[in-house]
């Protein structure tokens, strides 16, 4: 058996295409007189004849894409009334702080979340249909691909048979030369053929692992939907609770909001004062740590922050939100990340704990210094892991989330559970969105 000998141009080994049989077909390693009673049927197994009778064929995707279609239409509609809500809560605050606008604004933020909820609920069904849309074309590519190996399979079998022939059994079993010559150019056509099948097959393989790593994609996708909407289910709780809190403490009446809105002003300035004192004694306070503690083995960042929580619900209040001061009575040097209250937060990198202050109902924080003059706050907290003097490595946890008013930590100058994240470099506040990953 001349297992190596090629033909015309092409050039395809003969031992090549047996393994390819093998892979194509165990049934075809057979001994020169292997039986051809059964080469009418798949030259594969039952399982891959199943699937070319499951493949649901394109009626099925284009009844999917239709459902997605109309998913996309209503996540589109949810979209344009949450642009409209934006703009209602921005007129709110623009009324100034008073009673009604921040219940108006309370309800604004119910409405929003609501709406995200709605939101997250479509994306999720969304995402289901984008899976069985997935899976469908996977069953289709199964199919095409059990029939390419069929195909595949029967050429083969047929150049196995040919190459068994010698050069002259070929021309003794002819009865002329021009019909010797069309049978060495059937094989080479034969041969091509194969080839061009051979490729065809492993073009489909591809596309396949292609849609079963898109797959895996949309079912990651799915899970963090669901915890998504678990979190702004918690959300929506909580910003219920905090309208009630609220209601409750100022007996509806405006004089009691304008004097809990005095304290808060009061108690913002005092928390200021106390960080900025805080700031200007930083270095020498480490400096002192390094000298006095032989265990102290802080190293200063480059400046690159990492999340410390999740920002999956986007931001509520940007650096130097101007809403945030016509409403408030006070500027807004952080930004607002919402999240369910005692959310874990993480060092976003390796930090000096300069302070946790504890200020039962009122505004707690925790405050990090990371070297080169960078600090982090975190407001509204409810607790801490940590206390002055420690140090933490990169994505310990150092607190929790708080924010909903009434709770510890929050104060009431606030709507909702959320992480107020501040950044400063060397004392004077700067956008946190200038040292974390893009959102």
Request: net charge negative; charged share 25%; glycine share 8%.
């Amino acid at each position: 058996m001349k297992l190596h000998r090629s033909y015309g141009s092409i050039g395809i080994p003969v031992a090549v295409l047996f393994a390819a049989a093998l892979f194509v077909s165990p049934a075809l390693g057979q001994t020169q007189d292997h039986d051809h009673s059964h080469e009418d049927e798949y030259p594969f197994g039952h399982e891959e004849a199943d699937i070319l009778e499951a493949a649901g064929g394109p009626e099925n995707l284009e009844e999917l894409n239709r459902r997605i279609g109309d998913q996309k239409e209503r996540i589109e509609d949810i979209e344009g009334r949450q642009e409209q809500l934006e703009k209602d809560i921005e007129t709110a605050k623009a009324e100034g702080a008073t009673l009604r606008t921040h219940i108006a604004v309370l309800d604004g933020e119910i409405e929003r979340t609501q709406l995200s909820i709605e939101k997250t609920g479509e994306e999720i069904s969304q995402t289901d249909l984008e899976i069985l849309k997935v899976e469908e074309e996977i069953t289709i590519q199964e199919s095409d691909i059990a029939r390419s190996r069929k195909i595949l399979g029967e050429f083969i079998r047929e150049l196995y048979k040919s190459d068994q022939a010698s050069t002259l059994e070929i021309l003794l079993a002819n009865e002329s030369l021009s019909d010797f010559l069309d049978a060495r150019h059937s094989t080479q056509v034969l041969e091509e053929e194969t080839q061009l099948a051979l490729t065809e097959l492993n073009v489909l393989l591809e596309e396949l692992q292609w849609q079963e790593r898109v797959l895996e994609t949309k079912q990651e996708t799915l899970t963090q939907l669901k915890g998504r909407l678990d979190d702004e289910k918690a959300i929506l709780d909580e910003e219920k609770s905090g309208k009630q809190s609220l209601l409750a403490v100022t007996e509806e009446q405006e004089a009691n909001y304008e004097e809990l809105l005095a304290q808060a002003q009061t108690e913002h300035r005092n928390a200021e004062a106390e960080i900025s004192a805080l700031e200007s004694d930083i270095k020498k306070i480490i400096e002192q740590e390094r000298n006095t503690n032989p265990d102290f083995n802080f190293v200063p960042g480059d400046g690159t922050l990492s999340w410390p929580i999740n920002p999956i619900h986007g931001i509520s209040a940007y650096f130097d939100d101007p809403d945030y001061i016509r409403f408030f009575g006070v500027p807004h040097g952080a930004i607002d990340v919402p999240t369910p209250q005692n959310t874990a937060i993480h060092a976003p990198a390796d930090a000096y704990v300069v302070k946790y202050r504890n200020a039962g109902l009122g505004y707690s924080y925790i405050l990090l210094s990371h070297g080169n003059g960078l600090t982090t706050l975190y407001g509204h907290v409810t607790g801490s892991y940590v206390t002055a003097g420690d140090t933490v490595k990169a994505g310990d946890v150092i607190g929790l989330t708080g924010g909903t008013p009434g709770t510890p930590g929050a104060g009431y100058r606030t709507t909702g559970p959320h992480l107020h994240f501040e950044t400063r470099l060397n004392g004077t506040k700067v956008n946190p969105l200038n040292y974390l990953p893009s959102l």
